[in-house]
């Protein structure tokens, strides 16, 4: 079965009490349902297409079922406002290529 990824891209991060509180929060979530941080942050250069990066995440789940199970889960379903209300952006499942 393929591994899933959960891959977001912020823009207009507001470092608030509220994104603060999302951000310690949202591991503990992740982890509950077997994911695993591949990208949190860190340097992003434009290659191709017009704008300036957002915040990178990328998130690696052993298949699509448990990454929606995650993302659909009561637990990150509570802290998700906290992330809505302070930033805007995409977040989006991807389906990785299947084992040979």
């Not at 993302?71 to 509570?78: I, L, P, R, V």
Request: glycine share 8%; net charge positive.
């Amino acid at each position: 079965m393929p591994k899933a990824y959960i891959v977001a891209e912020l823009h207009d991060v507001k470092e608030t009490d509220e994104f603060n509180e999302y951000r310690q929060r949202v591991a503990a979530t992740v982890t509950a349902h077997g994911g695993r941080f591949l990208i949190r942050g860190g340097a992003a250069r434009v290659l191709e297409g017009d704008g300036a990066p957002g915040t990178s995440v990328v998130v690696e789940f052993d298949s699509p079922k448990r990454a929606m199970a995650w993302y659909h889960s009561a637990e990150y379903q509570a802290i998700l406002p906290l992330r809505l209300r302070n930033s805007t952006g995409r977040v989006i499942c991807v389906t990785g290529v299947p084992p040979a």
